[in-house]
């Protein structure tokens, strides 16, 4: 059985300030794909970004990047120099490769609040 | 182009009535997903189909839950005899094509509230 756990279930930081969420998985399978999703206050989710099993390149989008560690079972997220318009809940999310059997798995969530 | 959209975005039902809740995918998305977002916690899988097949309903909590997909394009699930403990958000959402490569892109939601 796959299952992801978000420790952090709040996290305040102050403007400006870098921010990592914590990603843990679990998952039987070699090839799987992992997620993170972003839902605002509006409440629908927006993917962030995919990774597969087989990258453990780390990624960078702007104020935002993602590592990537198989050893530890672990993507966890950062966002450099926070902004208010980060303040949301995040998800990390895994889905096993197997057709047929392509639902994502959720963690509980990250909600965080960025203090102007 | 537009996203998923659901309808309604929000119910209020009595407890005992059917409701039906609609969901339309991105254009030419072949996979479309329904999950189940109890207040504070992150969703949870309902059902898949990909075009009008669904090949799993295993998250499905009881057969008071139906969902269909019968030209493969717009989904309805639909909850027989409502129950306080169904009051959540339902999420629709759809993906390009199989595989869990790709991303599955969300909707609002309809948030479902059982009196």
């Known amino acids: 059985a796959q299952k992801v756990t978000q420790a952090q279930t709040e996290i305040s930081v102050v403007e400006k300030e870098d921010v990592t969420l914590d990603c843990v998985y679990e998952?039987?399978?070699?090839?799987?794909?992992l997620f993170w999703y972003k839902q605002p206050p509006s409440g629908e989710l927006v993917f962030l970004i995919r990774r597969n099993s087989f990258d453990e390149q780390n990624e960078i989008s702007g104020r935002y990047s993602w590592n990537f560690q198989k050893s530890t079972s672990s993507f966890n997220f950062t966002i450099t120099a926070s902004q208010v318009v980060d303040s949301a809940v995040y998800f990390c999310a895994l889905s096993e490769a197997n057709f047929g059997n392509e639902k994502l798995t959720f963690g509980t969530g990250t909600r965080l609040t960025i203090i102007p | 182009g537009a996203g998923v959209s659901q309808s309604p975005r929000y119910k209020v039902a009595k407890r005992g009535q059917d409701v039906a809740l609609r969901c339309d995918p991105i254009s030419g998305h072949v996979s479309l997903f329904w999950y189940q977002q109890a207040l504070g916690q992150g969703p949870e899988f309902l059902t898949y189909f990909q075009n009008e097949a669904q090949l799993d309903k295993s998250g499905l909590p009881s057969d008071r839950f139906f969902a269909e997909r019968p030209e493969g394009s717009v989904s309805t699930l639909k909850i027989q005899r409502t129950q306080q403990e169904d009051s959540a958000v339902y999420l629709c959402a759809s993906r390009r094509d199989r595989g869990p490569s790709f991303a599955q892109y969300f909707g609002p939601g309809t948030r479902l509230t059982v009196l």
């Open positions: 998952t039987r399978d070699t090839t799987y794909y």
